[in-house]
């Protein structure tokens, strides 16, 4: 599967504790995005990463959320101390390091809050 | 001015009929535009790309972009009920380096047997 892989599909935690989504982009695709979609609304764009590198954090809430993509392995979105409003869907989606080039999205991560 | 807006619908159409989205958007978010559609449950999925005025078709779609009048379009013909979906416009910022998609809240479509 030459897609962006994601996991988990679905991720349950209790309020407090720690979620950790990995994002795997396609194959030749150096530029990956968070977006999260929250029940009935927009997806929202979170944050753009390089290897390495975190390009445009401006759409990451100030506290608890961070992300990272290291050199070898995938992309982490990690959200410590959980809340319930951190419910929602996650997807990472991925593009060629050529300009504006269409975004190709992974299957989500379904993070529930308990 | 929301920065891409879409009529939410839903927006019902008879099979074999064309089905039209719309969306608008402001002067941030004026490079490249995308029309993604997202099944209930499921990602969003990649259905055209357009970045400059005019028509581009692929297959049963059709995007168009008017960069004066500030709006993009998708049309699909010989509308399926396959093609029940909610379609999510979406568009890059100008000149900002980042390539972040801002996306409307989607029109939902549903196609009549």
């Known amino acids: 599967n030459a897609g962006v892989m994601q996991n988990p599909r679905h991720l349950v935690r209790r309020r407090g504790q720690e979620a950790r989504l990995r994002c795997s982009p396609m194959?030749?695709?150096?530029?990956v995005y968070w977006y999260r979609q929250l029940p009935e609304e927009g997806l929202k764009f979170m944050v753009y990463?390089?290897?390495?590198?975190?390009?445009?954090e401006s759409g990451m809430p100030k506290e608890r959320f961070s992300a990272e993509f290291p050199k070898e392995g995938p992309s982490i979105l990690r959200i410590q101390q959980v809340v319930r409003g951190d419910s929602a869907a996650y997807f990472c989606?991925?593009?060629?390091?050529?300009?504006?080039?269409?975004?190709?999205f992974g299957d989500g991560t379904r993070l529930s809050i308990l | 001015q929301k920065e891409v807006e879409q009529n939410s619908g839903p927006l019902s159409v008879p099979e074999g009929a064309i089905a039209s989205l719309n969306c608008t958007y402001s002067?941030?978010?004026?490079?490249?535009f995308f029309w993604y559609r997202q099944y209930s449950g499921k990602s969003p999925e990649l259905i055209m790309s357009?970045?400059?005025?005019g028509d581009k078709e692929d297959g049963r779609f059709t995007a168009q972009l008017n960069k004066a009048s500030q709006y993009v379009s998708l049309l699909i013909r010989d509308s399926q009920p396959s093609d029940s979906a909610t379609y999510l416009c979406?568009?890059?910022?100008?000149?900002?380096?980042?390539?972040?998609?801002?996306f409307g809240k989607g029109t939902k479509l549903s196609v009549i047997p």
């Open positions: 989606a991925s593009s060629p390091p050529l300009g504006t080039q269409p975004q190709h």
């Open positions: 357009i970045y400059s005025n």
């Open positions: 979406a568009g890059t910022e100008s000149g900002a380096g980042s390539y972040q998609l801002t």
């Open positions: 990463l390089q290897k390495e590198n975190i390009i445009d």
């Open positions: 002067d941030r978010v004026s490079q490249s």
């Open positions: 194959k030749g695709h150096s530029h």
